[in-house]
C-alpha cells in the first residue's frame, strides 16, 4: 500500500460530528471535495485553522463561504519568531518581505486581530509555545505574540486555540497570569493526565487527535481517560498525525471517525454517547 495513498472511508458515524481542528488548505483536492468526504461518514462540520497572515485570511474566506466550515485565525507560534528575525522560509514570507523585527510581528498581529472581528471566525489560533522547534531565540517572540492573541481572543469574545508542544508548564503559565478566554481549547492535546487534570479544573477543552492511537501514545490515552467527557473535543489536525492503522498516510476529516472509536474504547464508552457529547462540546467550544 502506497504510503501517500488516501485511506478508505470508515463506516459512518450515526451521530453527526465536528472536526475541531483541520488544515484544508494544506490537503489534496477541493475544499468542497473534503467536505462531501467528511459528510459521508457524518462528520458535518469543520474548523478551518490558519497558521500565518495569508492562511487566516484563507480560512476567513473559507468560512464565509461554507456554513460548515467555522475559521480560526492566528500566527502559529513558530510564525512569530520567524517574523521578529525576518526568516524567508517560515509558514510566511512576512517577515522577511518586510525586513523583520517587532513592528512586523504587530504589523501581522494588526490583521489576525481584524479578522478575529468577523461573525465567521469563532477562534484564535493556534497560538501558543512551541519548544521543539523554536531555541531560546525565539521564545521571547511566541510568548509576546501569544499574549497578544489571548487578549485578540478576549477582546472579540472568540475561542483560544492552544498549540503547546514540550512547552505545558509555561503554556499553563502564560494562561494564568494574563487569563485565559472563557473558552480555551488545547489542540492536539499533548500533556499527561495530571496536565488534563489541571486543565479540567481550570475548565479548558482537551482536543485529541490521531496520535492518541499511536502505540507510543499511552500516556495521551492515560489523560483522555481523566479528562471530563463535557470538555473532550476530537481533530484531526490534516493533513498530519493520521490515526493508525493508516499512521504515515495523508490525513483528512473523513478520518475522524477511525480516532472516535478509538477515544470511546479509552472512555469506556458507546461511540453514539461519545459522538453526541463531542458534537455538543465543539459547539460550544466554538459558539456556534
Not at 466550515?69 to 526568516?87: F, K, S, T, Y
Request: net charge negative; proline share 7%; hydrophobic share 45%.
Amino acid at each position: 500500500m502506497s504510503r501517500t495513498e488516501a485511506p478508505p472511508l470508515p463506516e459512518p458515524l450515526r451521530v453527526p460530528v465536528a472536526d475541531s481542528h483541520t488544515h484544508l488548505d494544506m490537503q489534496d483536492g477541493t475544499v468542497e471535495e473534503g467536505l462531501a468526504r467528511a459528510a459521508a461518514v457524518n462528520v458535518t462540520t469543520v474548523v478551518q485553522v490558519g497558521c500565518d497572515v495569508k492562511g487566516s485570511r484563507w480560512a476567513a474566506e473559507t468560512a464565509a463561504a461554507h456554513a460548515n466550515v467555522h475559521a480560526a485565525v492566528a500566527l502559529h507560534p513558530n510564525e512569530a519568531p520567524r517574523i521578529v528575525h525576518g526568516d524567508p522560509d517560515g509558514w510566511s514570507r512576512q517577515g522577511a518581505r518586510e525586513g523583520g523585527g517587532t513592528a512586523a510581528l504587530h504589523d501581522a498581529l494588526a490583521e489576525i486581530d481584524a479578522l478575529a472581528a468577523l461573525p465567521h471566525v469563532r477562534g484564535v489560533g493556534e497560538t501558543g509555545l512551541d519548544h521543539f522547534r523554536t531555541g531560546p531565540e525565539g521564545m521571547a517572540a511566541q510568548e509576546e505574540s501569544f499574549r497578544a492573541h489571548i487578549e485578540i481572543a478576549k477582546r472579540h469574545g472568540k475561542a483560544l486555540v492552544i498549540h503547546d508542544r514540550e512547552a505545558h508548564a509555561d503554556v499553563l503559565r502564560i494562561l494564568a497570569d494574563a487569563g485565559a478566554p472563557e473558552r480555551t481549547v488545547f489542540h492536539c492535546y499533548s500533556g499527561d493526565a495530571d496536565m488534563a487534570r489541571i486543565c479540567a479544573d481550570a475548565g479548558y477543552f482537551m482536543s485529541f487527535a490521531g496520535n492518541m492511537t499511536f502505540k507510543n501514545a499511552q500516556p495521551l490515552r492515560d489523560a483522555l481517560a481523566v479528562a471530563p467527557l463535557e470538555l473532550v473535543l476530537v481533530e484531526t489536525d490534516a493533513p498530519f498525525l493520521t490515526p493508525a492503522p493508516y499512521r504515515g498516510r495523508p490525513n483528512a476529516p473523513y478520518l475522524i471517525p477511525v480516532t472516535l472509536r478509538a477515544m470511546a474504547a479509552v472512555k469506556g464508552l458507546d461511540e453514539d454517547t461519545l459522538a453526541e457529547a463531542i458534537a455538543d462540546n465543539t459547539a460550544r467550544a466554538f459558539d456556534y
